[in-house]
């Protein structure tokens, strides 16, 4: 059974960082393309971030560049996120997603975590 568990989230002044993580069990983790997505109530879920099974490439949302980092771990199942000047519209939702080993990251996300809570506020 696939399992993705999202920590890290919590309440930060404007200006401030995080590091979610996101622990993956039930699948390969190593072979499987990753996501993060934020999502705020009564807006579709927006993709933050993209990396490769392997770690060799990443892609950002516009809104993520230069401020926001993902990185795996794949000894120990653990996709990352670290968030750095935090801004108020940056409070959300954020999920991580496993694609199906082979998928290439233009594709959708097969599995989902419950999510973690980012507030960003003075």
């Known amino acids: 059974q696939v399992q993705l568990v999202e920590s890290g989230g919590g309440s930060v002044q404007p200006g401030g960082s995080l590091r979610l993580s996101c622990v993956g069990s039930?699948?390969?983790?190593?072979?499987?393309?990753m996501k993060w997505y934020r999502q705020t109530p009564g807006k579709d879920r927006e993709f933050v971030a993209a990396i490769t099974a392997l770690g060799r490439q990443t892609n950002y949302a516009d809104s993520a560049k230069d401020r926001f980092t993902i990185s795996r771990d794949n000894v120990r199942n653990t996709l990352f996120l670290q968030l750095n000047s935090l801004k108020p519209e940056d409070t959300a939702v954020y999920y991580c997603g496993a694609l199906s080993s082979g998928k290439t990251w233009s594709q959708g996300v097969d599995y989902w975590g419950k999510g973690t809570l980012v507030t960003v506020s003075s």
């Open positions: 039930g699948f390969t983790f190593n072979r499987s393309t």
